[in-house]
Structures are given as structure tokens and as C-alpha cells.
């Protein structure tokens, strides 16, 4: 297994394959910044929560520096994400709709995004991905696990490439991403 492209994504900067992108702001701004200026084609971006604005976005950026053709469907590609914090925004977000009993409103829009596995959903549509699909919540950034899991992902020989790494987004000040390709 090779890495072929790499990006990181921080509150304060996002770095693809050693190269600083020029953005502004921090924190979410810097997302909707970095959106606007190097994806602008996705208006469902704007509706999904923090941490799938974070993967999504990461991972546009990460393909883009790629030399292949992109949205058309694919079996050879998995995508294997990971964090420790799971979904806590929007968990956060959809207990306050059904927290008061005289304001109880549950919202679908925002139950969706409860499940953490929704941003491997948002990249494998957007990209017509029908290969693997996983989102593992571990204690912490444990390399070792990550890479037996991303190995064990190769064990169907339709997999070729995986889209992996760490997507971990707390709230709009606190997230961070680090992604990249890994072929067989």
C-alpha cells in the first residue's frame, strides 16, 4: 500500500500534498472560504453539519489534485473514515430540538446527521463511489488501527484505492482533518 496524495485541515490552515491553500478565516469560515474559492459546485454543502462540511470538503480538495476522472461510477475505491468524536455536533443540535417538552420539535434534516457515518455517504454520492464504505469512532488517533482496518479493506480484490484518514470535527472551532489516498 502507497499513499498518493495527502491533505490537512485544521482550524487555521489546509495543507494539500505539502502546499498551503490560500484561504481566509478560521474555524467555519475557513471552510466556507476554502468552499467558495476551490469546490463552489455543491450547494448541498451549506445544509450538512460541521463534520461532513469538514470530509466533504477535504476530500473535494484531496481529489482534485488527483489525475483522474471524476463522478462516474466506481467499485474500486473505498472510503474509510475515522474520529473520536463521532457525530457530538450534531448530536448536540438534535437533542436541543427534543430537549424541551413544550418546544419538542425532532427535525429528520438534522437526525440524519446523528449518524457519523453520513459524511462516507456525502463523498460516496457525490462521487459515485460504490465500493466500501466505513466510519469507525476510536479512543484516539491510533495509527496501527487505522492501518489494519484500511488493510483489511483490501482484502476484496475489487478495492484498488481507499480514501482514508481522520475526520474529527467537535464544533466550528475545534475539528481537523487529515485524508489521503492509499493505493494497493
Same mark, same amino acid.
Given at each position: 500500500?502507497?499513499?498518493?496524495?495527502? =491533505?490537512?485541515?485544521?482550524?487555521?490552515?489546509?495543507?494539500?500534498?505539502?502546499?498551503?491553500?490560500?484561504?481566509?478565516?478560521?474555524?467555519?469560515?475557513?471552510?466556507?472560504?476554502?468552499?467558495?474559492?476551490? /469546490?463552489?459546485?455543491?450547494?448541498?454543502?451549506?445544509?450538512?453539519?460541521?463534520?461532513?462540511?469538514?470530509?466533504?470538503?477535504?476530500?473535494?480538495?484531496?481529489?482534485? #489534485?488527483?489525475?483522474?476522472?471524476?463522478?462516474? !461510477?466506481?467499485?474500486?475505491?473505498?472510503? /474509510?473514515?475515522?474520529?473520536?468524536?463521532?457525530?457530538?455536533?450534531?448530536?448536540?443540535?438534535?437533542?436541543?430540538?427534543?430537549?424541551? !417538552?413544550?418546544?419538542?420539535? !425532532?427535525?429528520?434534516?438534522?437526525?440524519?446527521?446523528?449518524? !457519523?457515518?453520513?459524511?462516507?455517504?456525502?463523498?460516496? =454520492?457525490?462521487?459515485?463511489?460504490?465500493?466500501?464504505?466505513?466510519?469507525?469512532?476510536?479512543?484516539?488517533?491510533? #495509527?496501527?488501527?487505522?492501518?489494519?482496518? /484500511?488493510?483489511?479493506?483490501?482484502?476484496?480484490?475489487? #478495492?484498488?484505492?481507499?480514501?482514508?484518514?481522520?475526520?474529527?470535527?467537535?464544533?466550528?472551532?475545534?475539528?481537523?482533518?487529515?485524508?489521503?489516498?492509499?493505493?494497493?
Amino acid at each position: 500500500m502507497r499513499s498518493i496524495a495527502n =491533505i490537512e485541515v485544521t482550524t487555521e490552515h489546509i495543507v494539500v500534498d505539502g502546499q498551503e491553500l490560500v484561504v481566509n478565516g478560521q474555524g467555519l469560515d475557513m471552510l466556507y472560504d476554502a468552499y467558495r474559492r476551490y /469546490v463552489n459546485d455543491y450547494p448541498k454543502f451549506f445544509k450538512m453539519d460541521g463534520l461532513c462540511k469538514l470530509g466533504v470538503l477535504a476530500s473535494e480538495l484531496l481529489l482534485k #489534485t488527483l489525475d483522474e476522472e471524476r463522478f462516474i !461510477p466506481r467499485d474500486d475505491r473505498a472510503i /474509510v473514515l475515522f474520529n473520536r468524536h463521532g457525530s457530538h455536533e450534531a448530536d448536540q443540535h438534535y437533542l436541543s430540538t427534543i430537549s424541551d !417538552p413544550d418546544n419538542y420539535f !425532532p427535525s429528520p434534516s438534522v437526525f440524519v446527521y446523528t449518524l !457519523p457515518n453520513i459524511v462516507t455517504g456525502e463523498i460516496a =454520492i457525490r462521487n459515485h463511489y460504490l465500493g466500501e464504505t466505513s466510519f469507525y469512532v476510536l479512543n484516539d488517533n491510533d #495509527t496501527a488501527a487505522m492501518q489494519r482496518l /484500511v488493510a483489511a479493506t483490501f482484502s476484496d480484490p475489487a #478495492t484498488q484505492s481507499v480514501l482514508t484518514g481522520w475526520v474529527d470535527f467537535t464544533d466550528s472551532s475545534h475539528f481537523e482533518a487529515n485524508l489521503e489516498i492509499i493505493l494497493r
